[in-house]
């Protein structure tokens, strides 16, 4: 897709039909949504080009391919820019991986907002569209970490016409073909996976656009000021975010009504294959002058599958990309491995297959298609349902054809797997330790502290323990070194100053050590960044800890790393609170010694 003047004047175009403005570097990926949209328009015979990382302090950048066709769709790119932009501690980020050579500084704040309302300014009868994470993430009114407040909808902020959540594929065709019809944007109101907006005046005169079942949440008003009203209103988004059997949900905002359809269904095999075989380069495009860490990490990864079942309280997979999972066919992931061994640059590694959990592919429930997800339960949580078809002979059957490429030396899982759903699956397990693991295999049981993961939604420690044995069985078989890298996450809400100090024994006890810790950070639409704000669980209404001060979440983060000398003041104050002073000494079983007297 052009991305400068230049290009757009080879191709003859006398503008673009579309034009895509993002706040990542573009990079021609799979892995990127900015260009898989792009690649998706283009295919239907749209002409699109596309802006990345533009100057925000004037409109020049925005308007180097005029005013399009049909409209401007903007991006914060593959994540939150306050995420992009600040650490948990609300400090400005030095690295930015979706940036040429790594450099932040690149995507201002509220990037959704800012490239708004700059196209706006040069083109004030041009339409925007905005989708991506940060806008399929803030489409209801919604808690902000950053400003410590209750923001209103993305779409009530932003100068746009509508909002596409969720991956967005089906949503932009129907959108550009409507509108390449004549179709005007501001009547474009019953596509699903979209949020529209309404005059305040009109929805008293009985709200003649709407159409369907809907249900209407309480107001900005009320969640921004009760906190048991946010939690009412978020407990209905989360159940009603189904293709099957979800209804479309209105909230009242000050100064306009914000609508969302029911979520898009997920992408059927063949659809999703198609998406993955077109033309991508992977690469970034010339105008980078710099490597872009986050394409060093995924360029030969291949995305064997879409949604997640897991449900982690922390996680905001379930509400963009849905619970239920479509897989690709074996065949189209083999054309993408055959694809790599003609590319000058691959040595022969896969370094991923997966998508946000590796090991769900292929994987179903027989309720999905005709009844869509549960409302009543969980798909993992406590444990497995029995509804759940956990069969992994299709990914075993994956893995195997992957090694028989020709030009394919190695094939690595790469991206974390659910140890609840591999525990057990003695097969699965083998051939993973055997053909699969690059000498560490990531996985993340969070916490170590029963109370904590029960609140994240995440296994027993004894399952992760399970797992654990039977990857250092199976390795013992196979004669391997092998290891397992723990991702653990500290300031949990929930998660008190006893349970660091419970965890931090049990890694003492185990050798289980590790530096992947993470400190909790709210981004929106997660049940625990509803916790963090109200301190209650969003659907029982029960009250519970929340660490909020700085000084608590330094104390959780350093228990987990107890041997770091800079820590034990932290620890030393940590132990204080919980009355565990005997953990302070010279014996076997203590976390820090005690200070020699000088």
């Known amino acids: 897709m052009p991305a400068t003047q230049n290009e757009l004047k080879k191709l003859k175009w006398n503008r673009p039909d579309i034009v895509i403005v993002t706040g990542d570097a573009y990079v021609d990926h799979p892995g990127f949504g900015a260009a898989i949209i792009g690649r998706v328009l283009e295919d239907r015979g749209f002409r699109v080009a596309i802006i990345s990382q533009p100057r925000w302090d004037s409109t020049d950048d925005f308007t180097k391919f005029g005013q399009p066709r049909l409209f401007f769709a903007v991006t914060a790119g593959n994540t939150d820019s306050m995420v992009s932009n600040y650490t948990p501690a609300l400090k ?169 359809n029911r979520p898009m269904r997920p992408l059927d095999q063949q659809e999703l294959d198609h998406v993955y075989e077109l033309p991508f380069t992977r690469k970034e495009h010339p105008s980078c002058k710099e490597p872009v860490p986050a394409l060093e990490t995924v360029r030969f990864s291949i995305t064997t599958h879409r949604g997640c079942f897991g449900s982690c309280s922390f996680c905001a997979i379930g509400m963009h990309q849905g619970r239920i999972v479509s897989s690709r066919s074996i065949e189209s992931i083999l054309q993408e491995a055959r694809g790599f061994t003609e590319m000058r640059e691959f040595r022969g590694v896969i370094s991923g297959v997966g998508g946000p959990t590796a090991n769900m592919y292929s994987m179903k429930c027989k309720k999905w298609e005709k009844s869509g997800t549960c409302t009543d339960k969980l798909c993992l949580y406590p444990e497995p349902c029995h509804s759940l078809d956990k069969d992994s002979s299709q990914m075993l059957e994956m893995f195997k054809k992957l090694k028989e490429i020709p030009g394919i030396s190695k094939v690595f899982v790469g991206y974390g797997i659910r140890y609840d759903l591999a525990a057990g699956d003695r097969e699965y397990m083998y051939q993973l330790c055997k053909d699969h693991v690059s000498g560490q295999l990531l996985v993340a049981p969070e916490h170590y502290s029963d109370n904590v993961t029960s609140i994240m939604r995440k296994p027993e420690r004894k399952v992760f323990e399970r797992f654990a044995d039977e990857f250092e069985q199976i390795n013992r078989e196979l004669g391997k070194e092998q290891y397992l890298i723990t991702y653990l996450m500290s300031g949990h809400p929930g998660c008190t100053i006893v349970d660091m100090v419970n965890t931090a024994e049990y890694i003492r006890d185990t050798g289980r050590y590790t530096e992947q810790v993470q400190e909790f950070t709210p981004t929106p639409m997660t049940v625990s960044t509803c916790m963090y704000h109200t301190g209650l669980d969003p659907f029982t209404k029960e009250k519970m800890h929340v660490p909020r001060s700085r000084k608590e979440k330094r104390i959780q983060r350093a228990m987990l790393h107890y041997r770091n000398p800079k820590n034990r003041s932290a620890v030393y104050e940590g132990l204080k609170q919980a009355d565990r002073l005997d953990l302070i000494g010279n014996a076997w079983k203590c976390l820090i010694s005690r200070k020699k007297r000088t």
């Open 92 to 260: 400005p980020r030095k690295h930015d991986s979706y940036s040429p050579g790594g450099k932040s500084g690149k995507r201002p704040d509220r990037a959704v907002i800012v490239y708004s309302n700059r196209i706006k300014e040069a083109y004030p009868d041009t339409p925007i569209i905005i989708g991506g994470i940060e806008a399929s993430l803030r489409r209801f009114a919604h808690y902000d970490y950053w400003s410590d407040s209750v923001r209103k909808s993305i779409l009530a902020d932003a100068p746009a016409d509508l909002l596409v959540y969720g991956m967005g594929e089906l949503q932009m065709l129907e959108i550009a073909e409507r509108m390449d019809k004549g179709i005007a944007a501001g009547d474009i109101t019953d596509i699903d996976g979209t949020v529209w907006k309404m005059r305040i005046r009109n929805w008293k005169n009985g709200g003649d656009a709407l159409s369907g079942d809907y249900i209407q949440i309480p107001s900005f008003d009320e969640v921004s000021s009760d906190r048991e009203k946010y939690c009412d209103a978020f407990s209905t988004i989360c159940r009603e975010q189904d293709p099957i059997r979800g209804r479309n949900i209105v909230q009242r905002h000050p100064k306009t009504i914000i609508i969302q």
